[in-house]
């Protein structure tokens, strides 16, 4: 009992600590979100601050001094209100964001997962064929994708799947069918989102690869691995019944921690993809100085990572039992 009180002190400590950076920093970017939806709509004339005044009553801007706007920003937050947004304006920020998250979710998810499966697998084969020409192709090729930038390989596959070849669309999340469950649809919105989910695919189980890999290797070197070959047990026994089940246990941990990697890699693909999630939503409200949009997506993107590695940090002593008495 006394591990999960803990990791559940660890959890509101540190989404109070992001709850508080998430307020500061989009204040430290340059700029007035008010002057800049003025000149927007003024062009590049003289600036009226009456007129600047008005947008700020207009957008609810807080004008009082950064700690009662924290403390407003504060009781907004604990009462579901995010605040509306300045790009989307009179739209609350939480409708936007209700329409965005669901595309971001379903591409950072079923990558993530099969990621997972896929990196898993791969590491723990290479590891148990160490040392062979399939193990070395897998380290240096997974060490040298792994060392390139997600939107440059996305540029290509761009290049190559949509312009060139013509197999894929370009950009969006869906055509001109009619959104709905119908298989039309479906097949529309699948064949919109192949690209960015392959972008994020090449580099995604890299991490997991070398994880199960390296862990395994160790694994196969404990002396219950040699005395269970000793005694005659088949290899896929060993293989699987033992090494890869107490090596996938670090691979767990990871899976949650590379979740922020991958949803942080994901606002550049969406962005080249041009695709309607939160990546897409994020370059907009920075571009427009878009403080409550600008919170509230980053403040989704910590609370589903935090989320995720608190729940790990749940499951992980039921997993391995060994976690728990050590903890303890």
């Given at each position: 009992?006394?591990?999960?009180?803990?990791?559940?002190?660890?959890?509101?400590?540190?989404?109070?600590?992001?709850?508080?950076?998430?307020?500061?920093?989009?204040?430290?970017?340059?700029?007035?979100?008010?002057?800049?939806?003025?000149?927007?709509?003024?062009?590049?004339?003289?600036?009226?601050?009456?007129?600047?005044?008005?947008?700020?009553?207009?957008?609810?801007?807080?004008?009082?001094?950064?700690?009662?706007?924290?403390?407003?920003?504060?009781?907004?937050?604990?009462?579901?209100?995010?605040?509306?947004?300045?790009?989307?304006?009179?739209?609350?920020?939480?409708?936007v964001i209700g329409q965005a998250l669901p595309w971001t979710l379903v591409l950072v998810g079923l990558t993530q997962l099969l990621s997972f499966v896929l990196g898993t697998l791969l590491g723990a084969f290479a590891a148990w064929r160490r040392n062979s020409r399939f193990d070395a192709t897998i380290s240096v090729g997974s060490t040298f994708v792994g060392n390139l930038q997600s939107v440059w390989i996305g540029l290509i596959i761009l290049f190559v799947f949509a312009y060139t070849l013509g197999w894929f669309p370009a950009s969006g999340g869906y055509g001109y069918t009619t959104p709905g469950l119908t298989p039309l649809h479906i097949a529309d919105v699948v064949s919109h989102g192949?690209?960015?989910?392959?972008?994020?695919?090449?580099?995604?189980?890299?991490?997991?690869?070398?994880?199960?890999?390296?862990?395994?290797?160790?694994?196969?070197?404990?002396?219950?691995?040699?005395?269970?070959?000793?005694?005659?047990?088949?290899?896929?026994?060993?293989?699987?019944?033992?090494?890869?089940?107490?090596?996938?246990?670090?691979?767990?941990?990871?899976f949650a921690l590379s979740l922020g990697v991958l949803m942080g890699g994901s606002i550049l693909i969406e962005t080249v993809f041009d695709y309607p999630?939160?990546?897409?939503?994020?370059?907009?409200?920075t571009s427009n100085r878009d403080f409550?949009?600008?919170?509230?997506?980053?403040?989704?993107?910590?609370?589903?990572?935090?989320?995720?590695?608190?729940?790990?940090?749940?499951?992980y002593p039921l997993i391995d039992p060994r976690a728990r008495r050590a903890k303890a």
């Open positions: 009992m006394t591990y999960y009180v803990r990791k559940t002190g660890y959890f509101l400590l540190t989404l109070w600590a992001a709850v508080t950076l998430n307020f500061i920093i989009p204040r430290l970017q340059p700029g007035d979100p008010a002057e800049i939806m003025v000149r927007q709509l003024n062009g590049q004339g003289e600036i009226d601050p009456a007129q600047v005044a008005a947008v700020k009553t207009m957008l609810g801007y807080s004008t009082d001094n950064v700690f009662v706007a924290y403390i407003d920003y504060l009781r907004q937050l604990a009462s579901g209100d995010l605040g509306t947004s300045f790009t989307y304006f009179p739209y609350p920020v939480a409708e192949f690209l960015p989910a392959l972008t994020l695919m090449v580099t995604a189980p890299i991490g997991f690869i070398l994880s199960m890999r390296n862990t395994m290797v160790q694994v196969l070197g404990e002396d219950y691995i040699r005395l269970g070959a000793a005694a005659g047990l088949r290899q896929r026994t060993l293989a699987l019944g033992y090494a890869a089940r107490n090596a996938l246990l670090p691979v767990v941990t990871g999630g939160m990546g897409r939503l994020m370059g907009e409200a409550p949009l600008m919170q509230a997506i980053l403040l989704a993107t910590i609370v589903i990572v935090l989320t995720a590695n608190f729940i790990v940090d749940l499951l």
